[in-house]
């Protein structure tokens, strides 16, 4: 696993991220911030979500680096990505792991402040980050373990697409 393959998948990441933001940018900030029904969770609270999934991630990450207790990953994490991968693409709810189910009420600029940050932040770090790490287990999901960045990446990618078929749906339900 190569930075430069880890930097390829964040920057497609990133550019659907755009294509999206552009997308909302150009919508009433009340409407992004506005309760489709009882219990969901408003555009601005998915794109929370996002960025704290995405927080906790880079905090794993640094934690990781700072107390050198990471390795290569092994044939197990292909297979752990492989259903991990599967799930998040079949049209079934899942229960968001504790660590980030608290997601306040807030506005869409709030919300795109703080998901700005948290990818700037990624950026630097996967740019900063020595080449044979990128290979290493510096990626933990909830509920799936370990992945190695460029795989963690990809599966980001993914959890960020099933939350913009939300925000999708979120925005239907809003008319």
Do not use: C
């Not at 009420?105 to 700005?116: I, M, P």
């Amino acid at each position: 696993m190569s930075r430069e393959r880890l930097l390829q998948l964040f920057d497609r990441m990133e550019g659907e991220r755009q294509v999206l933001l552009k997308k909302l940018d150009a919508l009433p900030p009340e409407r992004l911030a506005q309760r489709p029904a009882h219990g969901a969770w408003s555009v601005a609270q998915v794109m929370t979500h996002l960025a704290i999934a995405e927080e906790g991630s880079l905090a794993y990450l640094n934690k990781k680096r700072e107390f050198n207790k990471h390795g290569p990953v092994g044939l197990s994490a292909s297979l752990r990505l492989l259903l991990l991968n599967t799930g998040i693409q079949l049209p079934v709810k899942y229960k968001v792991p504790l660590v980030i189910a608290d997601v306040p009420a807030t506005s869409y600029a709030v919300a795109r402040a703080r998901w700005d940050v948290v990818r700037i932040r990624m950026r630097s770090t996967y740019e900063e980050l020595p080449e044979a790490l990128a290979g290493h287990d510096l990626f933990k999901h909830p509920f799936m373990g370990r992945f190695n960045l460029v795989q963690g990446v990809g599966f980001m990618r993914r959890h960020m697409r099933r939350h913009v078929a939300q925000i999708d749906r979120t925005l239907a339900a809003l008319g």
